[in-house]
């Protein structure tokens, strides 16, 4: 179901979001009558709405009809990934320098989770993120860290829509327990992920409060190298580190 707009918005230019996001969650293509279904928005203003996106090439229509997301989205996304990068790189480079492990930018879109900045540790073995790319939050040390900054309802809304799939014998897939690590995440302000996304790996995130952006800043790296006494050590830096990310972000 499409969001409702907010009080102050262009309710066409809100609606026409809603299907672009509608299209990117089903998997990048949808036929008119989906897009009616899924946004309870009647078909003329579908046709209205598409029509214009396929005009200025946010859309495409495909030899089956259907319609497809479009190549005008392209440059906007990787101009959007660059300005993140641009304006945190320094920061988690310096993270790098001084933990020694891959750090990483997150921010949730919608459901999921998306990587928008990254610097990779110089470690021979080091954990690699491709920016832009969509994952579910609920196996990853950053969602946590931002779901844990929603209510309860809200993230069982969540968890309902997206489902929460087994990725190692370790992922949480109970949404109780998951809310019960959430409940530890808001009382340490950390979150953690021991192999729940990939086996022997280990990740540590804070959210970065104060910006205007819902991001998260986290480290990750293999076991044997994120020891406890790493994770100490990390803690204090990431919350140094993400608050001057709140600072440069907002600016």
Request: proline share 6%; with cysteine; aromatic share 2%.
């Amino acid at each position: 179901m499409a969001q409702q707009s907010r009080p102050g918005g262009v309710q066409s230019v809100g609606r026409a979001l809603d299907i672009l996001e509608l299209i990117d969650q089903a998997g990048g293509e949808m036929a008119l009558v989906e897009v009616s279904a899924a946004s309870g928005l009647p078909m003329p203003t579908i046709h209205r709405l598409v029509r214009t996106l396929v005009d200025r090439n946010y859309l495409r229509q495909l030899p089956d009809r259907r319609y497809a997301l479009g190549s005008r989205l392209i440059p906007l996304g990787n101009s959007a990934l660059d300005a993140f990068g641009s304006r945190s790189s320094s920061a988690l480079a310096d993270v790098v320098r001084r933990l020694g492990e891959s750090a990483n930018l997150s921010a949730l879109d919608g459901d999921m989770l998306v990587y928008v900045g990254q610097a990779p540790s110089p470690r021979a073995m080091r954990m690699f993120t491709e920016l832009g790319q969509h994952v579910h939050p609920h196996c990853r040390a950053a969602g946590k860290a931002l779901l844990a900054q929603l209510g309860d309802d809200e993230v069982r809304s969540i968890l309902d829509r997206i489902g929460m799939p087994p990725m190692t014998a370790a992922t949480i897939t109970d949404p109780d327990e998951f809310i019960a690590q959430l409940d530890r995440v808001r009382r340490e302000g950390v979150a953690h992920e021991y192999g729940e996304m990939e086996e022997g790996v280990v990740c540590l995130a804070l959210p970065v409060v104060g910006g205007t952006a819902n991001l998260a800043l986290s480290i990750s790296g293999p076991a044997s190298r994120m020891t406890e006494a790493l994770q100490e050590r990390a803690v204090p830096v990431l919350r140094e580190v993400a608050g001057e990310l709140a600072t440069q972000l907002a600016v």
